[in-house]
């Protein structure tokens, strides 16, 4: 993926956060380079380099700084994919590997401890022999590390951690210590790769071929080979490969996977249909309208995989808090070592080694530096899940900041679809029937959303209307006033009052909420039907459950009259309303919101996406109601709403506000525990079984915390 000269590399054989923190460090210290994201749950570097680069250079400057911190990390050129079943089998490689030293280890270690204590040579070779079998690479690294002048990592506090406590022949712990810290990382490597798979798999859903239909005949093709205007073939129980309109056949498809609905939604000729949809019931014929790189499958898999990338301040805090932390906690644990030989009478130097070498262990921050993205990972895979899209961590944590939602009307809080509300017959001559099934009949040569919405009313209850058959049958539009229309020898009109004015025909003005359409029949007034768009039926519990959440303004913006609007927004309960706005005026709105909101404050925007770009780009978090199809609500929102629900929303800031307790859970505890046990280290209160339960075992749980986000489910 390549934008304003900023790329994406891969990244393969990086799991440790802390080492992804230190290259991202680097990265941007380098003047190449303007700004530098490792996103090591992403298996990505997103590079914006100073100049113009080729992708061979680029990638070649950024692995020799991935070489400085961590060797055996490949980094892919732009579009390189990782293959998923190569990882796993490196993956399960690895466990293995370390799964065998750990139990070769450990009978070594056992035979060591059984061996009488008068037999300090063979004790001590056997203590040694286990502790390299266990230990040798994370040796390995520290010595590479220190002399790359890469000195406080993890590997680097262990060795100095399991040798100091050789140096004061404390051999058991020594190597238990190795042997505990090695699975720690062993089960911790495995509960991010679970999460990784568990936040992706939520999005599995790339079509693996397509059914493309060639001179009467289904050939099974990659979807990447079907161009535009090709027929493909859905089977039930398949995916729908590309974007298209339904040319033959009807069909019920499950679209969870993008919209998070649960109920599956039928499909006919004529309708469009997104990639990504499951085909449950009835084969089908589709006309690809987008080509696969333009899909929207292909859309939102960028999204999510890209979501990682921008991180939010918590995250970039804990970034630079790492960097600090552990040299302060080295610094520390060698006062600890030296300061009581000087100050402290009949101070035993091996005690306060001991007690030194304690706080090496605890102070390594993995538990901090893992958990925090991937909590942060989770709330956006648990939005996924919903139907929700969110473009990075930084606007799912700017979220709980909201202070301001501002609605646009129509399309967002209502359907966008007009309906006949009222039929009001002013002739006593003529029935409601009567009224509608000429007003039909004029307006079903229009395309317009007002006159489909007559047609569609009288087809309700009535006979599919023939539009074709009178020969007699003549249509005029009549731009500003509405139709003529002369059908079986009668003249019918509809349209406002301008135009039965401009034909001499006498109407009383109706005062209305909505779009007055008149009728009139051999020039003659039959009456009037008052046409609205209709109210979204989650709109008004949207409002109130934000009003609930804490939100201190609801807003809505349209550019209806203000009678529309003002009655919308009555039956919504949304008391602040702006109404006749073009699309600058709510530009202006919006700069209006953003001055007047407090320093952390943060509007949000709701928006249909396609007219509402200006401003969807200007609010701090930007939503796109169902823009899942629309390359403009892509673009300009940082969210999208890939159903037309309102609620959705509110589901986003309930996910925020999980993620938000979930990532402040695993810092309070976190360090807690930590300072905890550095206390009760130096005042000679803990031993290395508690160090290492600070270190693996505080980072074990934070990460099962961290998945929580995953899990938020709608009542």
């Known amino acids: 993926m390549e934008k304003n000269n900023e790329c994406t590399l891969g990244i393969k054989g990086l799991e440790c956060p802390h080492c992804a923190a230190k290259i991202e460090h680097n990265l941007n210290a380098l003047d190449e380079i303007k700004a530098a994201t490792v996103d090591v749950l992403g298996k990505k570097i997103v590079i914006n380099p100073n100049k113009k680069f080729s992708s061979e250079d680029i990638t070649k400057l950024v692995q020799k700084e991935v070489d400085r911190v961590e060797e055996g990390v490949t980094v892919l050129m732009p579009n390189s994919a990782i293959e998923e079943d190569e990882e796993i089998e490196e993956t399960e490689e690895n466990f293995k590997s370390i799964r065998n030293r750990f139990i070769l280890g450990a009978i070594i270690l056992a035979a060591a401890i059984f061996v009488p204590k008068n037999l300090f040579v063979p004790r001590l070779i056997l203590f040694l022999i286990s502790y390299f079998t266990v230990g040798y690479d994370v040796l390995f690294k520290a010595v590479k590390n220190i002399k790359k002048g890469q000195i406080f990592d993890e590997n680097f506090l262990m060795t100095i951690a399991t040798v100091g406590a050789f140096a004061i022949k404390e051999f058991p712990e020594a190597v238990s210590v ?11 490597d495995l509960a991010v790769g679970k999460s990784r798979k568990s936040i992706t798999s939520l999005m599995n859903i790339r079509p693996d071929y397509a059914n493309l239909k060639i001179e009467g005949e289904i050939k099974k093709v990659l979807p990447k080979e079907v161009k535009l205007g090709d027929i493909i073939v859905i089977k039930p129980g398949e995916k729908v490969a590309l974007d298209g309109k339904i040319t033959n056949g009807s069909s019920t498809f499950d679209t969870s996977a993008l919209t998070g609905e649960a109920i599956p939604r039928t499909f006919e000729i004529g309708d469009e249909i997104l990639s990504g949809f499951i085909n449950t019931t009835n084969l089908v014929e589709i006309e690809v309208t987008k080509s696969f790189e333009n899909s929207t499958i292909s859309k939102i898999l960028d999204l999510v995989q890209n979501a990682s990338s921008k991180k939010s301040k918590t995250e970039n805090f804990i970034t630079k808090f790492a960097r600090f932390y552990t040299p302060a906690v080295v610094i520390i644990a060698l006062l600890i070592a030296i300061l009581p030989m000087i100050f402290v009478k009949d101070a035993q130097f091996s005690t306060w080694l001991y007690r030194a070498l304690i706080f090496l262990v605890v102070s ?15 709330g956006i895979g648990g939005a996924s899940k919903n139907g929700i899209l969110i473009k990075g961590a930084n606007y799912l944590e700017a979220l709980n900041n909201l202070e301001t939602v501002v609605f646009d009307k129509t399309g967002t809080l209502t359907k966008g679809k007009f309906k006949v509300y009222e039929i009001n017959v002013q002739n006593s001559k003529y029935t409601k029937d009567d009224l509608l099934k000429y007003a039909a009949i004029a307006e079903s040569f229009s395309n317009h959303p007002i006159a489909q919405s007559i047609v569609l009313e009288y087809e309700k209850n009535n006979k599919k209307l023939e539009k074709t058959d009178s020969s007699e049958f003549e249509f005029e539009e009549i731009a500003g006033h509405g139709v003529k229309v002369k059908y079986e020898n009668n003249e019918i009109l509809a349209g406002n009052l301008k135009l039965l004015k401009k034909e001499n025909i006498e109407a009383a003005e109706k005062d209305a909420v909505g779009t007055v359409v008149y009728v009139a029949k051999d020039r003659e007034y039959l009456g009037n039907l008052i046409i609205a768009d209709e109210i979204k039926e989650d709109a008004k519990k949207t409002v109130e459950e934000l009003n609930n959440l804490g939100i201190k303004n609801v807003v809505m913006l349209t550019g209806d009259n203000r009678k529309i609007g003002e009655n919308v927004a009555s039956k919504l309960n949304i008391s602040k309303v702006f109404t006749d706005l073009l699309p600058l005026g709510k530009v202006e709105k919006m700069e209006e919101f953003l001055k007047n909101k407090s320093a952390n404050g943060k509007v949000l925007f709701v928006g249909d996406g396609i007219n509402d770009a200006p401003v969807l780009a200007r609010a701090d978090i930007g939503v796109a109601m169902g823009g899942v199809g629309s390359d403009a609500a892509i673009e300009a929102a940082d969210m999208i709403v890939m159903n037309d629900e309102p609620s959705k929303i509110v589901t986003a800031l309930k996910i925020a506000k999980k993620t938000k307790k979930i990532v402040w859970q695993n810092i309070i505890f976190a360090l807690s525990v930590k300072i905890i046990i550095l206390g009760m280290g130096a005042l000679g209160f ?25 899990t938020y489910k709608e009542n």
């Open 178 to 188: 190795m042997l505990f810290y090695q699975i720690g990382e062993m089960f911790q």
């Open 364 to 378: 390594c921050p993995c538990a901090l530096v893992v958990s925090i993205p991937l909590g942060f990972f989770g």
């Open 686 to 710: 803990a031993t290395m079984w508690e160090a290492v339960f600070g270190d693996v075992g505080v980072a074990l749980i934070a990460i099962l915390n961290a998945t929580r986000a995953l």
